[in-house]
């Protein structure tokens, strides 16, 4: 293992886009000198486009491997939060542990994140002008802030399997395009913005 | 109730808007109502029940909008997408761009559908069974829903700029989830869905952030687009219609509500094994039972959830294992497991 040391840290930094001001200024310099400071430039834009390159990022675990793993991981204890019984989750240790492909998946998930939540504030606010109707609940979908809801191990062939599943939904409004829209863009679960169903 | 079936009858042959007078008509007919004789345009009070769902269905198919849709989960995962929707008579053709996760454009012509992923440069084409608000309302029959639905019109609200009335479908048994939908005004057009739990907990809301009814969308142009596969490679989802019997697949006792639709022998893209996909619905769920030979390697069984969609894979009949997936309670998956049996 490496020793973290500040000026690799300041790569990493400008890489990220989080230098400003002097510390920009002096980290740019030492990139136009500095052979090793340009070798590690390129290695995390390397890094970078391969995780978000589906074709190069994709696991090329076997099903042999996964089930191995199936089977090592429910051996295993692991202290999960509670979840409700309307969302048992058996084997929960896959969802909570990383797997071979976990972390592209989790990779688009944080470069989605910022885009979706600028829509789900949109939608939420949208959705909580309604007036109370006569049942008076509106349209609130009351997040359970208890449980951390755990991120779904999605492997190719139950992808596969889930895109089938949405051929039969169907194709037009609501109901089927939920069905495309849940099947392949869900990002990570991020606590809802708390809005209480007006009673 | 006679009046009801001739309407169903004519609903599969007939163009769709016909289809919905007589409907309307018999409903008039049933409802005791001898002065109607203009069905299109009938008071909210006096539509009753199913006619309400079957109305929203085909709004949803024959409306032509744009808008912005949101699925919100109760995990408190969301997707969106931006959606173009040109419906002309019996011919539907629409575009939906996701604004979440990967990139991807999909474009529907009818039973057609390409999906073109920018990111790999691949264009997925495949088959669209059916389309809709209710996929297979119209082949279930509103008759059968009615058994298992309750459906009353709770109110009214304004949603997303519309004036919507407010439908409870409560489900009569514990195998079903329960929805609420709100039905714009004047087209009955769907402009948000819950989907409800026993406990009438919001699972998973499903709505238009924003909407057009009735925009410009051209209809030529989506054609277009869909065509343009230019610089992406093409991977066609195999798929043939199979019989679950023929295959040697049958149910010991049926679900109650859900009727077996389609059964495909399916050839995936990618290099996997194939299986069996057998589709059920009681009209406004469905559940796909995929099943392929179990294999050398021991397997686990498993149950899992994502959103509102309940999943579980579990060995079926000595060699075979079963992954079930589909929008109602776990309970009715296992319904599923349990009943299912191998005839050869």
């Given at each position: 293992m490496t020793t973290i040391d500040s000026s690799s840290d300041a790569v990493s930094a400008l890489a990220d886009g989080a230098l400003h001001g002097p510390a920009l200024v002096a980290t740019l310099d030492r990139l136009a000198r500095d052979g090793q400071a340009q070798a590690q430039w390129h290695a995390y834009h390397l890094i970078g486009d391969v995780l978000r390159s589906e074709d190069l990022a994709r696991s090329t675990a076997s099903s042999d491997f996964m089930d191995k793993l199936q089977a090592r991981l429910a051996q295993e204890e692991i202290v999960r939060p509670v979840v409700s019984a309307a969302a048992t989750v058996v084997p929960a240790d896959l969802a909570v542990r990383p797997a071979a492909n976990g972390d592209s998946f989790r990779w688009k998930m944080a470069a989605g994140f910022a885009s979706l939540a600028a829509v789900a504030a949109i939608g939420w606010n949208t959705l909580a002008m309604t007036d109370a109707g006569a049942d008076g609940?509106?349209?609130?979908?009351?997040?359970?802030?208890d449980a951390q809801p755990p991120v779904m191990l999605r492997n190719a062939q139950l992808d596969e399997l889930l895109a089938a599943h949405n051929q039969a939904v169907g194709g037009a409004a609501l109901q089927s395009q939920a069905g495309y829209v849940r099947s392949a863009s869900f990002e990570t679960p991020q606590p809802a913005p708390s809005l209480q169903p007006q009673r | 109730m006679p009046h009801v079936k001739i309407a169903l009858l004519w609903c599969r042959w007939v163009p769709t808007l016909m289809a919905s007078s007589l409907l309307a008509a018999a409903g008039g007919a049933v409802a005791a109502?001898?002065?109607?004789?203009?069905?299109a345009v009938r008071p909210a009070a006096e539509r009753a029940g199913v006619q309400w769902l079957v109305r929203a269905h085909e709004a949803s198919r024959r409306k032509t909008y744009a808008g912005t849709f949101v699925v919100l989960s109760a995990s408190g995962a969301t997707a969106s997408s931006r959606i173009w929707h040109a419906g002309d008579g019996d011919q539907q053709v629409e575009r939906m761009d996701a604004l979440s996760g990967t990139p991807r454009t999909t474009f529907r012509h009818n039973a057609q559908v390409v999906t073109f992923l920018p990111e790999s440069r691949i264009a997925k084409t495949e088959q669209r069974d059916a389309a809709g608000l209710f996929p297979h309302l119209m082949r279930v029959g509103p008759a059968s829903v009615a058994q298992f639905y309750g459906v009353r019109h709770a109110g009214a609200e304004r949603v997303a700029g519309f004036d919507t009335d407010v439908l409870q479908l409560q489900p009569?048994?514990?195998l079903r989830y329960g929805y609420r939908l709100w039905a714009e005004k004047k087209s009955g057009f769907a402009v948000q869905l819950q989907t409800l739990d026993g406990d009438g907990r919001i699972l998973e809301q499903a709505a238009f952030s924003d909407l057009d009814l009735d925009a410009p969308v051209r209809a030529d142009r989506l054609l277009q687009m869909m065509a343009d596969t230019t610089g992406y490679r093409i991977e066609k989802a195999e798929r043939t219609a199979a019989s679950a019997a023929e295959e040697g697949w049958a149910l010991k006792t049926p679900v109650a509500g859900f009727q077996p639709m389609d059964c495909f022998r399916r050839v995936p893209a990618s290099s996997m094994p194939g299986s069996m996909q057998w589709i059920f619905s009681d009209g406004l769920a469905t559940v796909s039972l995929f099943i392929e030979p179990y294999g050398t390697r021991p397997r686990q069984e498993w149950q899992n959830a994502m959103g509102v969609t309940q999943m579980l894979g579990r060995r079926v009949g000595a060699d075979w294992w079963l992954v079930a997936i589909g929008e109602v309670p776990a309970q009715t998956l296992k319904a599923f497991a349990s009943a299912l049996e191998r005839r050869r």
């Open positions: 609940t509106t349209g609130a979908v009351q997040a359970r802030a | 109502s001898p002065a109607e004789s203009a069905p009569k048994d514990t």
